[in-house]
């Protein structure tokens, strides 16, 4: 299993920004496609974004397209979501998540399919 520490979570104003960061260690971060799921109090886990293990491949959950963008460094073993014009309703716990695949161009957005899971970090936007 990877390991995956998330940071970058913070308390903001309807419109700004924040870019959350997810260090993954223990296994060759190349082989595992990312994603970002988030849950809000009294909702179920959802999928905001994912890569594949290339970076050519993402996938956006439809609320988001536009305004979040998810890319990987390879290099540095980290997967980042870029999170702009940043809503109420995006109030949540994010998590990072990591999926083993064959794929390098492809990959699931299914939450059964990722192995590994970080803690969550907590994303408040004031209105």
């Known amino acids: 299993q990877v390991q995956l520490v998330e940071s970058g979570g913070g308390l903001v104003q309807a419109g700004d920004s924040l870019r959350l960061s997810c260090a993954a260690s223990?296994?060759?971060?190349?082989?595992?496609?990312m994603g970002w799921f988030r849950q809000a109090p009294g909702k179920e886990r959802e999928c905001v974004a994912v890569?594949?293990?290339?970076?050519?491949?993402?996938y956006y959950l439809e609320s988001v397209k536009g305004r979040f963008s998810i890319s990987r460094d390879n290099a540095k073993n980290t997967v980042y979501l870029q999170m702009n014009s940043l809503k109420p309703e995006d109030t949540a716990v994010y998590y990072c998540?990591?999926?083993?695949?064959?794929?390098?161009?492809?990959?699931?957005?299914?939450?059964?399919?990722?192995?590994?899971w970080g803690q969550g970090t907590q994303v408040t936007v004031s209105s």
């Open positions: 223990g296994r060759t971060f190349s082989l595992y496609a």
């Open positions: 890569i594949s293990r290339s970076g050519s491949s993402t």
């Open positions: 998540a990591a999926q083993e695949t064959y794929y390098t161009r492809s990959a699931s957005t299914n939450s059964k399919d990722f192995g590994s």
